[in-house]
Nanobody, 127 residues
Framework: QVQLVESGGGLVQAGGSLRLSCAAS????????MGWFRQAPGKEREFVAA????????DYAEFLKGRFTISRDNAKNTVDLLMNSLKAEDAAGYYC????????????????????WGQGTQVTVSS
């Protein structure tokens, strides 16, 4: 079983940067596909980014326009999301997710692909 804890959320001005981190427990972390999702009040949870177990394959939601970067450090059991040029519409709760399934096709873009979720960290953007 895997437990996930997000951190790094907070208040930032539009155009600023923020780095989110997800700490995972579990000896099989290195073999898990990892993803980031976000959810604003009154809206459905949406895909942000994903990274395969090797860390050499990544995918991002189209709305990011190259502003976000996902990375992982299997030696430290962490997955980060670097967010640059933040916009007001980026404000949401951000959730880290883990899946024991191997990176395949586009299934990592759906929440049902993931077995484990963190409690989320809040990102607020002022403008």
């Amino acid at each position: 079983q895997v437990q996930l804890v997000e951190s790094g959320g907070g208040l930032v001005q539009a155009g600023g940067s923020l780095r989110l981190s997800c700490a995972a427990s579990g000896r099989t972390f290195s073999s898990y596909t990892m993803g980031w999702f976000r959810q604003a009040p009154g809206k459905e949870r949406e895909f942000v980014a994903a990274i395969n177990w090797r860390g050499d394959m990544t995918d991002y939601a189209e709305f990011l326009k190259g502003r976000f970067t996902i990375s992982r450090d299997n030696a430290k059991n962490t997955v980060d999301l670097l967010m640059n040029s933040l916009k007001a519409e980026d404000a949401a709760g951000y959730y880290c997710a883990a899946s024991p399934r191997i990176w395949y096709g586009n299934v990592y873009r759906t929440s049902g692909f993931y077995s484990y979720w963190g409690q989320g960290t809040q990102v607020t953007v002022s403008s």
